[in-house]
């Protein structure tokens, strides 16, 4: 009796974790949908999230503009590494009802953004201009 209970408490685990496991997978399937960019703007580096796969798609460009951006150099960080170094933060600005899903300004501060990344972190530069 003793081994089949601790037999069904190790099946109950392993449920446990292949649940956990398929959640972890679904959170990263969404968030796997973007993309994170360090842009250089004439008030400073700031860091975006956006579901965009380009920094030149029409419906983000519309949106920095909208936010007074018009010229920037921007290089595309990988999510993960964005998710890392802003821990708390990064799930905070992902899951803020008052931003909208194409663009989230994960960090306004151009100091921390600047100095948050490191350059072989970051892809090569796009020149943006209107």
Not at 49 to 58: A, G, N, R, W
Request: no cysteine; hydrophobic share 35%; proline share 2%.
């Amino acid at each position: 009796m003793i081994a089949r209970r601790e037999g069904s408490l190790n099946s109950f685990k392993k449920e446990q974790s292949v649940l956990h496991l398929n959640q972890e997978y679904q959170f990263f399937q969404k968030e796997g949908d973007m993309n994170a960019f360090l842009l250089m703007t004439g008030s400073g580096p700031l860091t975006i999230l956006t579901s965009h796969m380009s920094i030149e798609d029409k419906g983000l460009l519309e949106k920095l503009h909208a936010k007074g951006i018009h010229k920037f150099i921007s290089y595309r960080v990988p999510v993960d590494v964005a998710r890392k170094r802003y821990g708390g933060h990064y799930d905070v600005v992902v899951n803020d009802l008052h931003e909208s899903d194409d663009l989230r300004v994960l960090d306004y501060n151009g100091e921390r953004a600047f100095h948050m990344f490191r350059f072989d972190e970051l892809s090569d530069p796009h020149m943006h201009e209107d």
